[in-house]
């Protein structure tokens, strides 16, 4: 009996080892966030000081801790580089499924979990995010476990006990990424007692629980901070925090359907699966304890879709937590369609052709509008996009088969699932991962080649320790990263950097790089001397006096 139990999990254990470790550091991280917190790691390491965030060796209160811990302990095993960074989400990955596998066991009579699972697997932006060196995988794990132990309270055993760990798993949360978390956490609470009609089983002193053990859990870190050194990182900390919800952060912004249509697209298939859920169709009869579990994923669903929806900033990953109710509302869906409790709607059948075959034709046309691309400068008005153009990136056209093959899969597998549901979505949930994984591996890494390439190369050209890379006129972690920058021994650099740098005071060489829209700008300073340029980006170095 136990080696049947544990099966399964090895099973999504081997597969979870095989979808998203393989080639984590086969691409540079990309710039702002994946460098950003990987510097982080590197600087934590290079410093010895474990108990605060810092960026250019200054502290940084945009993140706490909890992520970039785990990727400084994989960086001390692995080496500072892309796999390192890169391989915590991997592990979140691999635990989530698991996660998913044994809940969605748990709150179903009919045992979804496997459904779960699969339609997680298959889903792009779901699937993709595991393979990134951004904080969100685990600060959406540590969310999602935090609201399960509150169902758990409920229909659990040990109802406190479900209710300290929901506290940890917040407290978690909110130290891997801040306290958005505690936000989420109270509205999606909120909703979910609404939706219930205010008949939750859960009580105040299940609340008191959950509240110590937050505050308890978030004072492993930001008390011992304040006990050490006051109050201004905190303090910092939580300005930083309000002022992102509230203004729209550079070069960032979006209409207020923004993440509808990331997730739509995105989350293909699981999306397509929503559209079940109209008023009108016959009721299906579930458990007072599964009703339960599916009011408080739409809670959380909704809540975190509408809350970055209001937000000024717009970043695809912002709504990533919606992945894990999404998908298990659509798992739900299968798994009726299954059972012949529910056939499928004309807007779900029409959804799920459009989107599926809309992806595979965009993944189709890549490699031919990679050849082309000198066809489609001419018509590019940023001037720096149309520079990166330049790149020699090697396209074939023979790669669109790979979008075919997507498509293929697409149709054959609904054609299937009409007759076997279960056969069906077996198929759809091969062929998508292996077009995932496939486009991940061959794709991403010419991608990448575009829009930075030439800035990395140009970074770690000087990571030798010799002189210092800077940037001029735009925003960069990778510099600090790829170049393996030191901190600068005067304290007069960290008043105004760039113009420490063009000062002459640092006790190396500088070499700076700018984007060719400002080229004319740099130019004319003095004290600057062009050493080249390469696809929009403007390479200097400081001349000697």
Not at 200 to 206: D, Q, R
């Amino acid at each position: 009996m136990l080696r049947n139990n544990i099966r399964p999990y090895i099973i999504i254990i081997l597969i979870g080892c095989l979808l998203f470790l393989p080639f984590l550091g086969a691409v540079p991280l990309f710039d702002w966030d994946e460098a950003n917190f990987a510097e982080a790691a590197r600087e934590m390491i290079a410093t010895g000081n474990y108990m605060r965030v810092h960026i250019d060796f200054m502290p940084f209160w945009e993140k706490p801790p909890v992520f970039i811990w785990l990727q400084a302990a994989a960086m001390q095993l692995f080496g500072v580089n892309e796999f390192a960074a890169r391989l915590p989400n991997a592990v979140t990955g691999i635990v989530t499924l698991c996660c998913l596998y044994y809940i969605g066991n748990k709150v179903s009579k009919n045992r979804l979990g496997k459904w779960w699972v699969g339609l997680y697997i298959a889903s792009w932006l779901p699937h993709f995010y595991f393979k990134t060196a951004i904080i969100d995988p685990l600060f959406n794990l540590f969310i999602f476990l935090a609201v399960y132990q509150v169902y758990a309270i409920q229909y659990g055993r040990k109802a406190l006990r479900h209710a300290l760990l929901s506290g940890i798993f917040l407290g978690l949360a909110v130290l891997t990424k801040g306290p958005a978390a505690i936000l989420i956490a109270l509205l999606t609470f909120g909703v979910f007692v609404v939706l219930s009609k205010f008949r939750t089983g859960i009580h105040w002193k299940h609340l008191l629980v959950i509240v110590l053990g937050t505050l308890l859990t978030t004072f492993t870190w930001f008390g011992a901070d304040i006990i050490r050194n006051g109050w201004w990182f905190t303090r910092e900390f939580i300005t930083y925090q309000i002022r992102l919800f509230s203004t729209e952060d550079a070069g960032h912004g979006g209409p207020f359907f923004y993440h509808w249509i990331v997730l739509l697209i995105g989350c293909f298939p699981a999306a397509a699966f929503l559209f079940q859920y109209v008023k009108g169709q016959n009721k299906i009869l579930m458990l007072t304890r599964e009703k339960a579990f599916h009011q408080l994923m739409w809670a959380l669903f909704g809540v975190v879709l509408i809350l970055f929806s209001i937000v000024k900033t717009k970043i695809v990953h912002y709504s990533s937590l919606c992945y894990l109710p999404l998908t298990f509302l659509a798992a739900a869906q299968l798994q009726w369609w299954y059972e012949k409790k529910r056939s499928l709607l004309t807007v779900t059948k029409v959804m799920f052709l459009f989107t599926g075959l809309l992806l595979c034709v965009a993944i189709a046309l890549l490699p031919i509008a990679g050849q082309n691309l000198h066809h489609i400068q001419p018509y590019v008005k940023d001037t720096f996009a149309a520079a990166n153009m330049n790149a020699q990136v090697t396209w074939h056209t023979y790669e669109a088969i790979i979008g075919l093959a997507g498509a293929a899969g697409i149709l054959y597998a609904w054609k299937r699932m009409k007759k076997d549901v279960k056969r069906g979505f077996a198929v759809l949930v091969l062929s998508q991962a292996v077009v995932i994984f496939t486009t991940m591996f061959l794709f991403v890494p010419r991608i990448e080649q575009y829009p930075q390439h030439a800035a990395i190369d140009f970074y770690r050209q000087h990571s030798d320790g010799k002189a210092y890379v800077h940037p001029l006129g735009f925003k960069s972690y990778a510099y600090l990263f790829y170049s393996q920058k030191q901190a600068v021994p005067d304290s007069a650099y960290y008043d105004n950097r760039t113009g420490y740098f063009l000062s002459g005071k640092a006790d190396k060489p500088v070499f700076f790089i700018s984007k060719n829209i400002q080229e004319q700008e740099w130019l004319q300073d003095p004290r600057l001397e062009k050493t080249g340029e390469q696809n929009g980006y403007v390479f200097y170095r400081l001349r000697q006096k």
